[in-house]
């Protein structure tokens, strides 16, 4: 056992809750309170889990990180639920020589494409959507991002937290004004509480508005 620890410890691949880990780097995600929340923003390369529902704002969340820091390289996109609209992408500034759509047969073939793209040094982003991930197939990938150099992003339902080894996992909820995060979990870090993300500064015109009240004035009856 000790043999296997001090293995793990040399790969960097255990963390020791009393220690902290030196800065490794990091990709800024576009918004300060979730840089200041990560302590510099996403991972250089790894697995960053998002437990979320569909068509939340998940994907806006990404839209800053995947305009800036793709450094000519490809962003993929791994059967994503529905059609992606490069309406949607150009809109946000995303240049589509850069977009990769992948739609698998099988959740095998998504495993198989995931970790080639991120093997590859073609890509920078790796967009996955998988709902039978397993610990085995996130070790491999994370090997293939580290080889790679490149950052994947699991997207997942909402379900019981299963712990996996990702370097970052967050679960977002829906909010009128943007998401509600958590950060579960952080290499390096601490989970942190619940937080709302504003993003009805970025797009106005999708965030809701609380009604306002609706006042009626009553006339007063005259006397006499």
Not at 27 to 47: C, M, N, Q, S, V
Not at 148 to 164: H, T
Request: hydrophobic fraction near 40%; charge should be positive.
């Amino acid at each position: 056992m000790y043999e296997l620890i001090e293995h793990l410890k040399k790969k960097q691949w255990l963390w020791l809750g009393s220690t902290e880990l030196p800065p490794q780097g990091y990709h800024p995600t576009g918004f300060k309170l979730l840089d200041d929340r990560l302590d510099g923003g996403f991972p250089l390369h790894g697995l960053v889990e998002l437990h979320s529902q569909s068509s939340i704002g998940e994907l806006r969340l990404l839209c800053p990180h995947l305009r800036s820091n793709h450094g000519g390289k490809l962003s993929v996109f791994i059967q994503p639920p529905g059609q992606l609209s490069a309406q949607y992408l150009i809109a946000e500034g995303i240049d589509l020589n850069h977009v990769l759509l992948i739609y698998p047969e099988t959740h095998k073939d998504a495993l198989w494409a995931a970790e080639q793209c991120l093997r590859s040094g073609a890509c920078s982003n790796v967009l996955l959507w998988h709902c039978k991930l397993e610990v085995h197939h996130v070790r491999r990938l994370q090997v293939a991002s580290e080889a790679g150099n490149c950052l994947s992003f699991l997207f997942k339902a909402p379900s019981k937290l299963f712990s996996l080894p990702v370097s970052l996992s967050m679960t977002l909820k829906p909010h009128i004004h943007g998401l509600e995060i958590t950060i579960n979990k952080r290499k390096g870090g601490w989970p942190q509480s619940s937080f709302l993300l504003d993003m009805s500064v970025y797009w106005p015109d999708l965030a809701e508005t609380k009604p306002q009240p609706v006042v009626l004035p009553f006339r007063r009856s005259k006397q006499g």
